[in-house]
């Protein structure tokens, strides 16, 4: 489905990143993982994926550093003939706080981590995708960027600027041939939920429709579909995956 296209997956090492970084290999992609601090996770998640038989590249760097997308993007002209395929804006951290005791670094590290770190990528990326004429961009927003939630007016800021910023990027490069759309998660069973006591996950599934927490490959298989031919007449989209916490 994916065989010989080339993916940048930045967040990609672990939790949810990982799992769309699998499936891709598992289709065909070779792909290019970004991480921030854990080395040790990305040569061992480098290795897993090896033994797909696709190419597997991992670069340390802050998405939140526009040096770190200007690297990437030197990277695929080096490794990969200038040629990417697929880009997923995975790369995110949330630091939750009620708003009067929240910082304006508090606030400031999440935007430039969620939502500028999107940017900077898109906008060396899509430089490389424009002179082929082809190109999916795949943003990771959150139900939080679409309904809200207390403690979180930093992250919820972030992931609807995601929202607006991948409406306009659609607009912006479909006629030249780039799809941009969105997933927007619900409650995700990663790292960052393994902190939850059971009680706690199994009061969060009662307000889920479907009854459950998600998993890290419903979202990567959200990603599969809009990162292959399947979804070749879909742009501009945010699609939610959350069992339908939202609806």
Sequence with gaps: ?????????TGGVRGIGKAIARV????????????????????K?????KEMGTE??????????PETAKKIAELIKTDFDKKVDILVNNAGITNDKLMMRMSDEDFTKVINANLNGAFYMMKE?????????????????????LKGNPAQVNYSASKAGIVGMTLSAAKELGRRGIRVNAIAPGFIETDMTAVLTDEQKDNAAKNITLGRLGQPEDIANAALFLAS?????????VISVDGGLIM
């Excluded at 489905?1 to 997956?9: E, G, P, Q, Y």
């Excluded at 891709?24 to 040569?43: I, K, M, P, Q, T």
């Excluded at 031919?229 to 989209?237: E, F």
Aim: a negative charge; aromatic letters at 4%.
């Design 229 to 237: 031919g399947m979804s070749s007449y879909v742009t501009g989209q």
């Design 45 to 49: 998640t480098a290795d897993e994926l």
């Design 125 to 145: 990326l899509s430089a490389l995708m424009v002179k082929k004429r082809s190109g999916s961009i795949i943003n990771m927003a959150s139900v939080s960027g």
């Design 56 to 65: 597997v590249r991992v670069l340390k760097g802050d998405v939140a550093d």
């Design 1 to 9: 489905m994916l065989k010989d296209k080339t993916a940048v997956i």
């Design 24 to 43: 891709f290999c598992e289709n065909g992609a070779n792909v290019v993982l970004c991480y921030r601090s854990n080395d040790a996770e990305a040569e």
